[in-house]
């Protein structure tokens, strides 16, 4: 799945333990040397990929935190939310905020509920075991964490502009994490799909266009803040990347079981 994005990466990773300095540091400290190339290897998804999805991950839950302890203690942040709900509450029209207020009906509990379910069936009918697993790591995940992190911040929504009232809390957005959790990783489920691949293709952007407006649309309605929406977004793609490497993990550990098993002598 990663072959391709990371050949670059792989080749300037080769050089690099080809130079002449990284060869005398291999003679003395040949473990250390070792680990660092089993770790940075393209051989399986447990080099490379996984060693990058893992700095995503960090990257991913610093930007989560910093956001999350603005929202308590910057005005800063507090300013910029404030400025970008009034900038597109000034631009919203009437036939627009309809349009977007009918499209995020999409996002809701129900709706992604019931897409959840009905991609579950039809990984079922498929006997895609490994997938279901990733299924319901990401939107399980997500789901369970926005209930929480909702209740630990208790954050109130931006009532003054906002074009319909929305009950629950506004920290993070449950719209934005549980598009990117559960259309994201059916992008990843097609990806891996080569039969199909001009289908994949067009139903791939059709998901991440629908994840991007998912987004916008909560802005340009006035029912969440730009930090609530990015949140959502940083919240749904944790667990898609967890989802990424449980998956993978399971494709390999197959793999390798196929392998072994061709490669066992009939007696």
Known sequence: MFTRPLTFISTTVNNFFELKAIKQLEKSHPKLVGFVRNRLGMQDFLGLPLTLLLIILVINLSMLSEIAENIV?????????????????????????KVFYYFTQLGSSISVAVAFIITLLILLFKRKKDYIVALLVSVLGSGISIYFTKLYFHRERPLDVAYYTATSFSFPSGHTAGAIALFGIICVFLSLERQHIKWARFWIVLDIAYIILMGFSRLYLGVHFVSDVAA??????????????????????????????????IS
């Open 232 to 265: 959502g977004y940083l919240l749904g793609s944790l667990w898609l990347i967890l989802a990424v490497c449980v998956l993978e993990y399971l494709m390999l550990r197959k793999r390798k079981k196929k392998t072994a098993a061709s490669t066992t002598p």
């Open 73 to 97: 203690n910057s005005p800063g942040m507090e300013h910029l939310d404030s400025s970008v709900s009034l900038f597109l509450f000034h631009l919203r029209t009437d036939a627009l905020a």
